[in-house]
């Protein structure tokens, strides 16, 4: 008998049972388990019904991701279904936790379905650029229709049990949460009633509807917008029509055909990469798993502006109280009316009730005065990017604090350790650097200083899950791993417009690989007067940092979208970008002053100039340490910058162009462009040498 999945007999009933921790994926044992399990039950002339349970957290949370890498092994998953669909004794499946992708597949391919109250089930292949490959485009719409068929595959979201009730995915939901008794009681009702064997696949009313209905081409518009450089979602739409256009063994051959071709795509790698490497880098490999964590009931926070309200919602929003500081009581008011109305829209929109908006309100103390933060067990200091100003604050919470309190920054560039020396409890000190909107955004880019204690650093990842984000360790130094790399793309796009190329055919660019906006129309709606105050002191501090034309806009207070000016203009109330004439002859200006003759640059070069400098900063932090894998780079880029998922990150983006064609391009660039940025990465130029890949450091 298979070591993962058992048969055995209660009564009349033969029950199935997975046991593979940690989430029942179906790897091969499992399905071969499952193959053999239900030989048996066939062959069991004791029962009269089998049952279908799964021990642990989960029903089978789909097809083992794990196995994509490797060689096909038999039995495929459609032939444990069909074995499962044929089955002359009426199978019940009993579901709770996440019946996902082939889980669910399975599940539809049994006979009954019953759901615990709790269970949520979903066909998620989408989000790993896949489709559903195990007939599930093809059972789905005859429970369901083709319309939510459409809305489940093309989106991967999950149902709630009483919604797949609902739409007639499972059959009954669950009183108690007994999953092993429940399952046994609704398969005894299966004998006694004498249900009869009901194939999914032999379920034709649901299809008369969709058949000539223009619901596929209707999905295939709206994909063009939400998904426009996606491979997967269309091809889901194709395989779901085909279930209303051919006989079920036909659509099943169709699904295969293009579940095979989505497999094939480098998408579908990048997107499993994304999978593995969000949850690889909770696991930091010089922290160890058993380090202890820090209690964190309360949390202070200094600041509240955008960022500072932002944060405070994060912690609000699973319950965790949180004292909000700031200098003054107007501006003190002014962020707690922001974070109300931030609360109040989702509540409008029909995602928070208007009883939960008063309870996280309740949550968020204001406050005056420090010494209101002496019992927190955290503090994030989010004020203005000032080191002097931050060093005063920090030495001021050294005074307050309770010993055994985090003191967190969110500075985006500046250096924790520089800050950390101003208390006397370097250890307690750590940067979380929130991006903005920080109520939205996933990514927290923790930073450890030199002197952060192993706690600190684990208490901080642990935050990071408890607010729901991802969260990735790096090193301290200017940027971290995200703005170091930003910046060196954000000069090297200011430059490529010193050369001849226009803002908004750089921004086209980036758009078109798949950022969700441009440089400039980033930098628009971060403020210029960001920028340029950070290279202003980097002037004031000796540096050579040439002038930009970019300094100019800022110099006329043209500071993006809260100006509706930037490098765009922008209409009252919208956020729509605009090509602005004025800047066009600022460009031309600024180049004639320079003495630049502009050239033209074709969109290869702009693609290359920024991403090839990305990577080049990307391979020195990952020689100095500051990102301890490239997957750490990846994760901060995708969950903070908006990267294209589908191409991986950077780092993965660049072992799948070939590192050797990244080289030839960044001695190219250092050789006409020039400039430190451009001086290839020693990283780099080993791993050409050894024929190796950013994956394999
Ligand atoms: N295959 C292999 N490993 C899986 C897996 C899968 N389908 N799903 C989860 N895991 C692993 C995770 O990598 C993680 O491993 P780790 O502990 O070594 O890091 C572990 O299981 C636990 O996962 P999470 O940390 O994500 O646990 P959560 O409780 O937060 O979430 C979950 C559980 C909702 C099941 C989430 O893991 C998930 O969404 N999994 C992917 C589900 C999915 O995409 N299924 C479709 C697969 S494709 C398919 O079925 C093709 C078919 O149509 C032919």
């Known amino acids: 008998m298979s070591e993962v999945v058992s048969y055995s007999r209660k009564g009349q009933v033969g029950i199935i049972s997975v046991n593979y921790p940690p989430v029942n994926a179906l790897g091969q044992a499992v399905r071969s388990g499952l193959l053999e399990a239900v030989k048996q039950g066939q062959a069991d002339d004791e029962a009269e019904a089998l049952l279908l349970v799964c021990e642990g957290r989960t029903f089978i949370a789909g097809a083992d991701i794990r196995e994509f890498s490797k060689p096909r092994q038999e039995p495929s998953l459609p032939d444990v279904i069909e074995a499962f669909e044929n089955s002359t004794k009426p199978i019940i499946v009993a579901l709770h936790g996440t019946a996902l992708g082939g889980g669910l597949e399975l599940a539809m391919?049994?006979?009954?379905?019953?759901?615990?109250p709790s269970a949520k089930v979903g066909l998620p292949e989408v989000k790993l650029g896949l489709l559903p490959g195990a007939g599930g485009t093809q059972r789905l719409p005859r429970l369901c229709g083709a319309q939510k068929a459409l809305e489940m595959i093309t989106s991967g979201d999950f149902l709630s049990a009483s919604e797949a009730l609902e739409h007639g995915i499972v059959d009954a939901v669950t009183e108690s949460s007994d999953i092993a008794a429940e399952g046994l009681a609704y398969a005894e009702q299966a004998i006694t009633k004498g249900w009869p064997v009901r194939r999914v696949r032999d379920l034709e009313g649901k299809l008369e509807t969709g058949r000539d209905s223009d619901v596929f081409e209707q999905f295939r518009t709206t994909l063009q917008q939400r998904a426009r450089n996606l491979f997967s979602p269309f091809k889901c739409v194709d395989a779901v029509e085909a279930a209303f256009q051919l006989p079920f063994e036909e659509g099943l051959k169709r699904e295969r055909e293009l579940f095979l071709a989505c497999m094939e795509s480098p998408q579908r790698a990048g997107l499993v990469h994304a999978f593995f490497s969000e949850r690889d880098v909770a696991k930091v490999p010089d922290l160890p798993t058993d380090t202890p964590v820090r209690d964190i009931q309360r949390v202070g926070i200094i600041g509240a502006g955008t960022m500072g309200g932002g944060i405070a919602m994060n912690f609000a929003n699973v319950g965790i109280p949180v004292c909000?500081?700031?200098?003054?009581?107007?501006?003190?008011?002014?962020?707690?009316?922001?974070?109300?109305?931030?609360?109040?829209?989702?509540?409008?929109?029909?995602?928070?009730?208007t009883t939960q908006v008063e309870e996280r309100m309740a949550l968020i103390e204001p406050t005056l005065s420090y010494s209101a933060l002496a019992d927190v067990d955290l503090v994030i200091e989010a004020v203005f990017e000032d080191m002097a100003i931050k060093k005063q604050i920090f030495s001021r919470l050294d005074e307050v604090c309770k010993p055994g309190a985090i003191l967190a920054s969110n500075t985006s560039t500046l250096s924790i350790d520089e800050i950390a020396s101003t208390t006397r409890r370097p250890e307690d000190v750590v940067g979380m650097h929130f991006f903005s909107p920080a109520n939205v955004m996933k990514l927290l880019e923790n930073v450890r200083g030199e002197k952060t204690s192993d706690e600190v650093k684990a208490t901080v990842m642990a935050i990071a899950k408890r607010i729901k984000k991802v969260g990735v360790l790096v090193g301290n130094c200017y940027g971290f791993v995200g703005n170091r790399m930003l910046h060196r793309r954000g000069a090297e796009a200011i430059q490529l417009v010193n050369d001849g190329a226009t803002p908004q055919q750089v921004d086209k660019v980036l758009t078109d690989f798949g950022f969700p906006m441009g440089q400039f129309a980033m930098s628009d709606l971060a403020g210029i007067d960001v920028g340029y105050r950070i290279r202003q002191e980097r002037r004031k501090a000796g540096e050579e940092v040439p002038p930009t034309w970019m300094d100019?806009?800022?110099?006329?207070?043209?500071?993006?979208?809260?100006?509706?000016?930037?490098?765009?203009?922008?209409?009252?109330?919208?956020?729509?970008?605009?090509?602005d004439p004025e800047v066009e002859a600022l460009i031309r200006q600024f180049r004639e002053e320079q003495g630049i003759t502009a050239r033209a640059i074709d969109d290869q070069e702009i693609l290359e100039r920024c991403l090839y400098v990305m990577i080049n900063e990307g391979a020195k932090i990952l020689e100095e340490g500051i990102a301890t894998r490239a997957l750490d780079i990846d994760i901060t880029w995708i969950y903070g910058y908006g990267f294209p998922a589908y191409r991986g990150g950077p780092m993965f983006w660049a072992d799948q162009q070939g590192l050797e064609q990244i080289l030839d391009g960044i001695r190219r660039f250092h050789a006409q462009p020039g400039g430190e940025q451009w001086r290839p990465a020693p990283l780099l130029e080993r791993l050409v040498a050894e024929g190796k890949r950013f994956a394999e450091l």
């Open 324 to 353: 909000l500081l700031e200098a003054q009581q107007e501006a003190l008011d002014r962020g707690i009316a922001m974070i109300r109305q931030n609360y109040e829209n989702s509540a409008r929109k029909g995602r928070l009730t």
């Open 109 to 116: 391919g049994c006979h009954y379905r019953v759901a615990l």
């Open 552 to 579: 100019k806009l800022a110099e006329q207070g043209r500071f993006g979208q809260k100006t509706q000016a930037g490098t765009y203009r922008y209409k009252e109330g919208s956020r729509k970008p605009i090509p």
